[in-house]
């Protein structure tokens, strides 16, 4: 066992514990995983009689189905005649349920009784705390950090070794602890404050509430909202980490990357550069499945497009860092477009649901992205650009040549500034109308 591996995933995983991410399911588990696992007797004083497990149930439920499907989930659905979207709506679907349930102890009598013929296997029980949490995992999505991206491409290409297991177990325990001193939080306090032993009734029915308000945010995709809302804190955490990973993860079957390139993404995760480089010439556009916001939706080449100057943004519509960046993104291409400026969106899907079209379309759609956005299931051209990180972009010159490349957040005003530069240089004269930069 790679100890630097173990410490990366265990770093990874409790920078993701503790980042904007994760606040979605923080009510969930105070509430249902902590609260209703509190020591209580009928008269509201602490007593042995509750289920202490309840908090570690919940837990190791989501830890253990997110690195789960997130390991195996491509893999195993990509094989089976079933739409890629159908375990996350099972999820939510589920989550209904169970909240529905924690409201109405009739609609929870319902719930149990398929187990009722199991000895001890009762949903009521405190068993039902690693049933939800199995559920939570398995439709929650945290941020794509370095060490989720590695276990994710490795997942969905297939190259699956003991470094990756590695990875997702050590990954695993570093989320679980944040989350769990969370959990167990919430069974203290609910111990301790009269209000909470008062009103354990009302204290079910608002852990019911927490879950279903989390099932419609999901749904409608408002936990997204929150988050882009929320000044990403574990920045500064998360670019330590990405220095400190060894070397990209680059899934097999692309073209040979070139030296020059392989060079500019090394440095890249070192910090976004202000300056422009020479990275060599970009590569084609492969594999790519299908394009949107193009004429008919047809095939677009870089070739097409010398004497522009082009932005390559690698993206997944549920990455909230990629969501994050894309805010900055499709301002420029607002403002620059005219004067000659492209963005091709590269979607790579980071889970199985992102690789449905329609989800893709509706997520473009959310993010206002007007720009040609290609399809990239196979990760064809993620792999020809070297890419081992969401976002990564790449800045390309009016010749072709890439100039600049940016991993991860931040750095919006060096890049910008880059592309005001890039357009006033000669090679960059596509008509009259497209000479000013604004």
Same mark, same amino acid.
């Given at each position: 066992?790679?100890?630097? =591996?173990?410490?990366?995933?265990? *770093?990874?995983?409790?920078?993701?514990?503790?980042?904007?991410?994760?606040?979605?399911?923080?009510?969930?588990?105070? !509430?249902?995983?902590?609260?209703?696992?509190?020591?209580?007797?009928?008269?509201?004083?602490?007593?042995?009689?509750?289920?202490?497990? %309840?908090?570690?149930?919940?837990?190791?439920?989501?830890?253990?189905?997110?690195?789960?499907?997130? !390991?195996?989930?491509? /893999?195993?659905?990509?094989? /089976?005649?079933?739409?890629?979207?159908?375990?996350?709506?099972?999820?939510?679907?589920? =989550?209904?349920?169970?909240?529905?349930?924690?409201?109405?102890?009739?609609?929870?009598? #319902?719930?149990?009784?398929?187990?009722? %013929? #199991?000895?001890? %296997?009762?949903?009521?029980?405190?068993?039902?705390?690693?049933? =939800?949490?199995?559920?939570?995992?398995?439709?929650?999505?945290?941020?794509?950090?370095?060490?989720?991206?590695?276990?994710?491409?490795?997942?969905?290409?297939?190259?699956?070794? $003991?470094?990756?297991?590695?990875?997702?177990? +050590?990954?695993?325990?570093?989320?679980?602890?944040? *989350?769990?001193?969370?959990?167990?939080?919430?069974?203290? #306090?609910?111990? %301790?404050?009269? &209000?909470?032993?008062?009103?354990?009734?009302?204290?079910?029915?608002?852990?019911?509430?927490?879950?279903?308000?989390?099932?419609?945010? *999901?749904?409608?995709?408002?936990?997204?909202?929150?988050?882009?809302? #929320?000044?990403?804190?574990?920045?500064?955490? +998360?670019?330590?980490?990405?220095?400190?990973?060894?070397?990209?993860?680059?899934?097999?079957?692309?073209?040979?990357?070139?030296?020059?390139? +392989?060079?500019?993404?090394?440095?890249?995760?070192?910090? @976004?550069?202000?300056?422009?480089?020479?990275?060599?010439?970009?590569?084609?556009?492969?594999? $790519?499945?299908?394009?949107?916001?193009?004429?008919?939706?047809?095939? /677009?080449? /870089?070739?097409? =497009?010398?004497?522009?100057?082009? *932005?390559?943004?690698?993206?997944?519509?549920?990455?909230?860092?990629?969501?994050?960046?894309?805010? @900055?993104?499709?301002?420029?291409?607002?403002?620059? @477009?005219?004067?000659?400026?492209?963005?091709?969106?590269? @979607?790579?899907?980071?889970?199985?649901?992102?690789?449905?079209?329609?989800?893709?379309?509706?997520?473009?759609?959310?993010?206002?992205?007007?720009?040609?956005?290609?399809?990239?299931?196979?990760?064809?051209?993620?792999?020809?650009?070297?890419?081992?990180?969401?976002?990564?972009?790449?800045?390309?010159?009016?010749?072709?040549?890439?100039?600049?490349?940016? $991993?991860?957040?931040?750095?919006?005003?060096?890049?910008?500034?880059?592309?005001?530069?890039?357009? &006033?240089?000669?090679? &960059?004269?596509?008509?009259?109308?497209?000479?000013?930069?604004?």
């Amino acid at each position: 066992m790679d100890p630097t =591996l173990a410490l990366l995933g265990l *770093l990874g995983g409790l920078i993701t514990g503790i980042s904007p991410c994760i606040l979605p399911v923080l009510p969930v588990l105070f !509430l249902s995983g902590g609260a209703q696992g509190a020591r209580l007797s009928p008269a509201g004083n602490p007593s042995r009689a509750g289920d202490t497990r %309840r908090p570690y149930l919940v837990v190791a439920g989501l830890v253990l189905s997110f690195s789960v499907f997130t !390991l195996l989930g491509t /893999l195993v659905l990509s094989s /089976l005649p079933i739409p890629e979207t159908v375990i996350r709506w099972a999820g939510i679907i589920a =989550l209904v349920l169970l909240g529905i349930g924690m409201i109405s102890p009739r609609f929870e009598s #319902i719930l149990e009784k398929p187990f009722s %013929r #199991i000895p001890q %296997r009762k949903v009521g029980t405190g068993r039902s705390g690693f049933v =939800l949490g199995l559920v939570l995992g398995a439709v929650y999505v945290p941020c794509a950090g370095p060490v989720l991206a590695a276990i994710t491409i490795a997942g969905a290409t297939g190259t699956i070794g $003991i470094g990756t297991v590695v990875l997702t177990v +050590s990954f695993a325990v570093g989320t679980a602890v944040p *989350l769990l001193a969370f959990a167990l939080a919430g069974r203290a #306090i609910a111990e %301790r404050a009269a &209000a909470f032993r008062r009103r354990q009734r009302r204290v079910r029915v608002g852990a019911g509430i927490a879950v279903i308000a989390l099932a419609a945010g *999901l749904t409608f995709n408002l936990t997204d909202v929150v988050q882009r809302a #929320i000044p990403n804190y574990t920045s500064a955490l +998360s670019e330590g980490i990405e220095r400190a990973v060894p070397a990209p993860v680059v899934a097999p079957g692309g073209a040979p990357v070139s030296q020059e390139l +392989s060079s500019c993404v090394r440095g890249a995760w070192d910090g @976004h550069a202000d300056t422009l480089q020479d990275c060599g010439t970009a590569p084609r556009l492969t594999g $790519i499945q299908r394009w949107l916001n193009t004429p008919g939706n047809g095939d /677009l080449d /870089l070739r097409s =497009l010398r004497g522009k100057v082009v *932005l390559v943004d690698f993206w997944a519509f549920s990455c909230i860092n990629c969501q994050r960046t894309i805010e @900055h993104i499709t301002s420029w291409y607002d403002t620059y @477009h005219a004067a000659g400026f492209e963005v091709i969106g590269v @979607h790579t899907p980071e889970y199985t649901f992102e690789r449905d079209t329609g989800n893709v379309i509706d997520g473009a759609r959310r993010l206002n992205i007007d720009y040609p956005v290609a399809l990239d299931n196979d990760y064809s051209t993620w792999n020809d650009y070297g890419v081992s990180a969401w976002p990564t972009s790449f800045l390309i010159d009016a010749t072709g040549t890439v100039r600049q490349v940016s $991993i991860g957040e931040g750095g919006y005003d060096e890049t910008e500034q880059l592309i005001r530069t890039l357009l &006033a240089e000669p090679a &960059a004269t596509t008509s009259p109308s497209q000479k000013q930069v604004p």
